[in-house]
């Protein structure tokens, strides 16, 4: 099941993510030295590889087949739910990129406050936000959505993950990879 499979696997990765978030900022609470680049990459990552490649693949495949096909119940899980959620996280990369763009020369305290609440949030956010769909709204959609429908989003998420290759979104796994350490 393509469509599904994909989106298990980026969350895998968003999920490394976070824990990276939160030595970051964990660092930043402890007084290190943390530079922006390291928050302007995090916010490179939130933007372009969580929300445009992930959320969006969810949006406007998979969130749209349930919409079309699932009746009240999906309306309420995917509008009420997942896209409140997805436009919260929006909120905090918002934030957070305000927060760095503020900094000039050493960080104050009032901007290292500000960097660690959106940075943290969001981690704290998306970390939620996946277990519910990898529990909840994943399942029921595999369990109602129709094979016909099924096939479409595995074809359309196929066609999207060519679109995301052919833009590089691979080095955003690469950089994950070469940042995060397991403990
Ligand atoms: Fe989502
Ligand atoms: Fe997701």
Known sequence: MFGIDILH?????????????????????????????????????????????????????????MLENLGPIADKMVNMGMMTEHNIGRYHIDSLEKAVASVEGEATTEQKVDMATHALAYADLLLRHLEKENTVLYPFAVRNLKPEIMEKVNEDSKIFEEKGAAKGISRYVDWLNSVYREN
Request: glycine share 6%; net charge negative.
């Open 9 to 65: 696997e980026e969350h895998e990765n968003i999920r490394k993510f976070t824990k990276y978030v939160r030595k970051v900022c964990g660092d930043l609470i402890e007084g290190e030295e943390v530079k922006t680049e390291v928050f302007l990459a995090c916010i490179d990552f939130m933007k372009n590889y969580a929300d445009i490649h992930h959320h969006g693949k969810e949006e406007e495949i998979l969130f749209k087949a």
